[in-house]
């Protein structure tokens, strides 16, 4: 080769190495244990953001319901209002027409205040307004410095007062119910990442399983050749060693697919390669039925959902009521007022000024219209009644079924951890008394497969253990591990404060 031929061959080498160096490092490698995976759960999955937003939605509606209490400040204006119209004048010949046109400009400040107590509402208001008479060139101003007044209905529906009982009660059961779609959030990033452990369980064992069959194939076709064995036993063999191939095969589809569910789930780059890391069993062994189902009604969002829809039946009730029953209203309004020609003088001395209105309104025959509203309301609380008793027998129910389901795991997690052992114990046996001829290929197949299935069924119970530990978070939202309920600081949710 000439020297300048391998000058290039050298630098293209060099190149291709560098390059390959460069892909090697873009494939970070990220160790992933169940604590991480339920951490970065939390922070970045699809249904954590989407937990976040719907308890921002409930936020602000709690928000909006304690704005509606506050007093409000508003700015009206009218700049300008043009009229052109005819309009009708009587005098001692009969009616006269006469065309008018003017321009007006209006303002006007109000302050408003919705009373809980009452149902009413009080305000405070100021506006000027000034008037330009196009016909005559003539100009008038009018002002109300103040008025003072009050809007009272006396016998109707105060929603005020329903809703202070219950808009607290949906806000707090937004925070539970938070705090339970997070744990929700947590028992999936479990399935995924259980989902994928096995499934690179179930690789790995395949790939064992092929090398081993490729090993006991080469050492059946030297004993076939010296004829110690039957061709059927070899054929036998050779078969275990295809079925192992493709197991393989359908093996590594499976992890590439789970490995995508995961790495979609906690949102993680397709260049950083995923390696689990399989947990130990959780940290609590038994866990009291009854202080569960306590632990249950005090944190739950449900034992408030419950309250609330009573709450909610009785308000409905009683609007039925109020609406089917005499209604009065009170306007009542206290104000200053004055108008001149002059704008210096608008405010000059102001006259006072007194409104009182009272009007009732009594139904005196709508057919049973409103009876029938009261009777439906009162069935519907009743079924709303009904239906919350047979629910919090199913809360508590299910809390019960789920205690007596997670303490269970701890004997299934030791017996499966120790089928395993035994399992692969039996197999190393097994194995070796074949290579030496004691027995066939049946028993060391069968061997196999209950090794197989031990060490699967050891990733399962391990899988099932941490799944019911972490529903059992979800029904109680209780740290079993702390001691204490789980807790929030909502703070740290953006645009919660």
């Known amino acids: ?73 508003t700015l009206d204006a009218t700049i300008p209002s043009l009229s052109d119209n005819i309009y009708k004048i009587q005098t001692e010949n009969g009616d006269v027409f006469s065309r008018y046109n003017q321009v007006s400009y209006s303002s006007g400040l109000s302050l408003t205040k919705n009373l809980s107590l009452t149902g009413g509402q009080i305000f405070l208001n100021s506006d000027l307004e000034r008037i330009d008479y196009i016909t005559d060139d003539s100009t008038s101003f009018r002002s109300s410095p103040l008025n003072i007044g009050i809007r009272q209905p006396i016998f109707s529906f105060n929603k005020y007062k329903w809703l202070k009982k219950i808009e607290p009660l949906k806000y707090d059961e937004a925070q539970r119910r938070y705090l339970e779609d997070v744990e929700t959030v947590s028992l999936n990033a479990a399935n995924a990442f259980f989902r994928l452990l096995d499934a690179q369980m179930r690789l790995k064992i395949a790939k064992t399983n092929s090398a081993n069959n490729d090993t006991l194939y080469q050492i059946a076709r030297g004993r076939f050749n010296i004829g110690t064995i039957a061709e059927n036993e070899l054929l036998q063999i050779e078969l275990s060693l295809l079925n192992s191939r493709s197991a ?46 306590a632990q249950a009604r005090l944190n739950r969002a449900d034992a408030l959902a419950f309250d609330r829809r009573l709450l909610e039946a009785d308000s409905r009730v009683n609007e039925a009521r109020s609406s089917g029953r005499l209604n009065a209203n009170l306007y009542a309004v206290y104000g200053l007022s004055q108008s001149s020609q002059y704008f210096e003088d608008v405010y000059r001395q102001p006259l006072e000024g007194k409104t009182v209105q009272f009007g009732i309104t009594l139904p005196i025959l709508d057919w049973g219209l409103e009876r029938g509203k009261i009777k439906l309301a009162e069935s519907d609380r009743e079924l709303e009644r009904n239906a919350v008793q047979q629910n919090i027998k199913d809360f508590d129910q299910e809390v019960l079924l789920k205690v007596m389901q997670y303490n269970m795991q701890p004997i299934q997690y030791a017996i499966a951890a120790k089928s395993d052992t035994v399992a692969q114990k039996r197999y190393e046996v097994t194995k070796q008394r074949y290579l030496i001829g004691k027995i066939g290929i049946t028993d060391l197949n069968i061997a196999q497969n209950e090794k197989d299935n031990a060490q699967q069924g050891y990733i399962s119970a391990l899988a099932t253990y941490w799944r019911s530990y972490f529903e059992l978070r979800k029904l109680t939202l209780f740290d079993y591990e702390q001691g204490k309920p789980i807790t929030f600081n909502f703070n740290d949710i953006p645009d919660v404060d």
Request: charged share 25%.
């Open 1 to 73: 080769m000439a020297r300048k031929d391998f000058k290039g061959f050298l630098l293209s080498l060099l190149l291709v190495l560098f390059f390959s160096s460069l892909t090697v490092s873009a494939q970070e490698v990220k160790i992933i244990t169940l604590d991480e995976a339920m951490i970065i759960a939390r922070k970045q999955s699809p249904d954590a953001l989407s937990a976040m937003h719907r308890f921002r939605s409930s936020y602000w509606q709690y928000r909006n319901y304690k704005a509606d209490l506050m007093p409000a400040l």
């Open 248 to 293: 393989v095969e359908e093996a590594n589809l499976e992890v590439e697919m789970r490995l995508f569910d995961l790495r979609s789930f906690l949102r993680i780059p397709e260049n950083v390669q995923i390696e689990l890391l399989a947990p130990a069993k959780p940290p609590v062994q038994v866990v009291n039925t009854q202080d569960a189902i």
